[in-house]
């Protein structure tokens, strides 16, 4: 399955735009690049996928690099409620979700 | 409309005993998934099934077994537990048209 590489944890303040990467240098032309997020003690939610160009939603940005290689999820303005662990993960085949270990997002009052 | 449901929330075993997690979707989804999440890690896929009558392995399959009993319900089996086999597992359903997939709330599993 393809990878995805992420940092371990970021830490951004309240109300402030925060930017978590990912790296997908072997993602093929078809991969999706899908990102969930899991809050403490809750499943996984699905914040928003892409497939070359940027995408928005109620809810984040993703920025997609042209060479597909690399993206980055944007919380435009970020609340307590967004402290969660991020998931970037490419869709292969038979839509089987491959998680990483995520980026644990902490934010300070 | 409820979503993807679970029962048990919480459920304690003894090594040995047997149980059954239960997984309901109320969205017409065709493809239903079951994970597991053990403590600091991402979620490692179990079984899978993509449509009513089919069901297939993923990552981490021994020791359980799935049904998927129509196309709402997908039950995930633990014969005899073992202390490996404490984690939380999480029952999933896919949206087709974006591949989109929507997780239950997840049982919290201890095998002692």
């Known amino acids: 399955d393809a990878k995805t590489t992420q940092p371990n944890s970021m830490e951004s303040n309240e109300e402030e735009p925060v930017h978590l990467p990912c790296n997908h240098s072997t993602i093929s032309g078809t991969d999706y690049i899908h990102w969930y997020r899991q809050l403490p003690s809750q499943g996984p939610e699905y914040v928003i996928h892409?497939?070359?160009s940027n995408v928005n939603n109620r809810m984040a940005s993703l920025a997609i690099a042209e060479d597909r290689k690399s993206s980055t999820l944007i919380l435009h303005r970020a609340t307590l409620r967004d402290a969660a662990v991020y998931y970037c993960?490419?869709?292969?085949?038979?839509?089987?979700?491959?998680f990483g270990q995520g980026t644990r997002l902490t934010i300070n009052p | 409309n409820a979503g993807v449901t679970q029962t048990p929330k919480f459920q304690v075993l003894k090594t040995g005993q047997s149980m059954t997690l239960q997984c309901a979707q109320d969205m017409n989804h065709n493809s239903m998934y079951w994970y597991r999440q053990d403590p600091g890690m991402g979620l490692r896929l179990i079984y899978y099934?993509?449509?009513?009558?089919?069901?297939d392995k993923g990552e981490v399959p021994n020791g359980y077994n799935v049904s998927r009993l129509n196309k709402r319900e997908f039950s995930l089996r633990l014969e005899s537990a073992a202390p490996s086999q404490t984690s939380v597992y999480f029952c999933a359903s896919r949206f087709p048209s974006t591949d989109t997939q929507y997780f239950g709330p997840g049982t919290r599993l201890t095998v002692l």
């Open positions: 993960i490419l869709i292969v085949g038979a839509q089987k979700l491959v």
């Open positions: 892409g497939l070359t």
């Open positions: 099934s993509a449509s009513e009558g089919t069901t």
